[in-house]
């Protein structure tokens, strides 16, 4: 089992950047594929990046496309999502989960970003 802890949400004006965290524990990360997701105030949860801890392709929902990357520090046990261009859409609370073929195994508390406009 892996354990997540987010960190790295906040307050941002619109074009603004902001840098989430997201710190594994545990072990057999290669196993897993790890995504972001965000839940908006009266919405699902959603989609947002992908990337597999073993290494690959990232990728990502169509609404954060050329804004947003996905990394992973195999040293660090930990992923990142680096937000730039950042939109008043974007706020919500953002979470990190660890997936074994598609079924979600573990998820962080989630950090929540407010982009101002």
């Known amino acids: 089992q892996v354990q997540l802890v987010e960190s790295g949400g906040g307050l941002v004006q619109a074009g603004g950047s902001l840098r989430l965290s997201c710190a594994a524990s545990?072990?057999?990360?290669?196993?897993?594929?790890m995504r972001w997701f965000r839940q908006a105030p009266g919405k699902e949860r959603v989609f947002v990046a992908a990337l597999r801890w073993s290494g690959g392709n990232p990728y990502y929902a169509d609404s954060v496309k050329g804004r947003f990357t996905i990394s992973r520090d195999t040293a660090k046990n930990t992923m990142y999502l680096q937000m730039n261009s950042l939109k008043p859409e974007d706020t919500a609370v953002y979470y990190c989960?660890?997936?074994?073929?598609?079924?979600?195994?573990?998820w962080g508390q989630g950090t929540q970003v407010t982009v101002s406009s």
């Open positions: 989960a660890a997936l074994i073929s598609g079924a979600p195994q573990s």
């Open positions: 545990g072990r057999a990360f290669s196993n897993y594929e």
